[in-house]
């Protein structure tokens, strides 16, 4: 993996996330009484980001790659550690500001308004982000008409004509055809020229090795290694298929081996 010498932008100090749950016995099921437990979601992360880094989130599912996200982003407080970043990070940004009873069209120009942006500067933009969304006539359609994909498509367009500094995109390459996701890679990458950071949780090999330079692998809340894309996916791919063969055993002392040589003093 070439070295980065870049300013850092984001930096996990320590970060544990915990949360009390519910959970019911199976001999108080009859009587539909709970109990809480506490959650750990993760577990003492701590990596620091810089800019130019195109830094991939892999794991399976449950293994905290959204929560780490939305705490790298400031949506969520960490149970202890701190986070410190450069400037506003932006997990595909404008969630809370669109409106479903609006058209696409009108919720554009309301998410560029939300991040800043003059009426003036949200018009020259608006184009630029509907021409990335490619929904077609849909953008003058109500949004609550959209499907899931078409709303992540929006939403990942407004953010990254957005240009923010730090981005945090979780799954939107899974939505839209191949000619989207290349049109979405191009936006990444330019933002990444312009002096940014991405963070990409996504479960394609090949989005990951051909977007990011950098991957971070969690398992159970804990980061079980972080190194070259090329490498560590086909770690982690090696993991997983052991895995759906059946054989734990094997999975897991390779997991061993893969940590123990991420946790030595280097």
């Not at 049109?183 to 933002?191: D, G, L, V, Y």
Request: a positive charge; proline letters at 4%; one cysteine or more.
């Amino acid at each position: 993996m070439k070295e980065n010498n870049a300013p850092f932008t984001v930096v996990a100090d320590h970060i544990v996330m915990e949360y009390r749950v519910k959970t019911e016995r199976p001999e108080d099921r009859r009587f539909g009484r709970y109990r809480k437990t506490t959650k750990t979601v993760l577990k003492d992360i701590s990596f620091a980001a810089r800019e130019k880094d195109f830094i991939g989130i892999i794991g399976r599912n449950g293994s905290g790659k959204s929560t780490l996200l939305r705490v790298l982003a400031g949506l969520e407080t960490p149970t202890s550690g701190q986070v410190f970043a450069s400037d506003k990070p932006q997990l595909l940004g404008v969630n809370a500001a669109l409106m479903p009873t609006l058209t696409g069209n009108e919720n554009v120009m309301l998410g560029l308004l939300a991040m800043g942006y003059t009426p003036a500067e949200a018009e020259e933009i608006r184009p630029r982000v509907i021409d990335l969304a490619q929904i077609g006539d849909a953008i003058y359609a109500p949004m609550k008409t959209y499907s899931s994909g078409m709303g992540a498509r929006l939403r990942f367009a407004i953010s990254v004509a957005a240009a923010p500094r730090i981005l945090m995109v979780d799954e939107a390459l899974a939505t839209g055809d191949a000619t989207f996701q290349e049109r979405s890679k191009q936006a990444m990458n330019s933002m990444i020229k312009e002096t940014g950071t991405v963070f990409l949780v996504n479960h394609s090999r090949s989005a990951i090795e051909s977007m990011c330079n950098r991957v971070i692998w969690l398992e159970e809340g804990e980061i079980v290694s972080d190194g070259s894309p090329k490498l560590k996916m086909e770690q982690f791919a090696v993991f997983t298929y052991a895995l759906s063969q059946g054989n734990r055993e094997y999975a897991f002392r390779f997991l061993d081996k893969v940590r123990e040589k991420y946790k030595k003093p280097r």
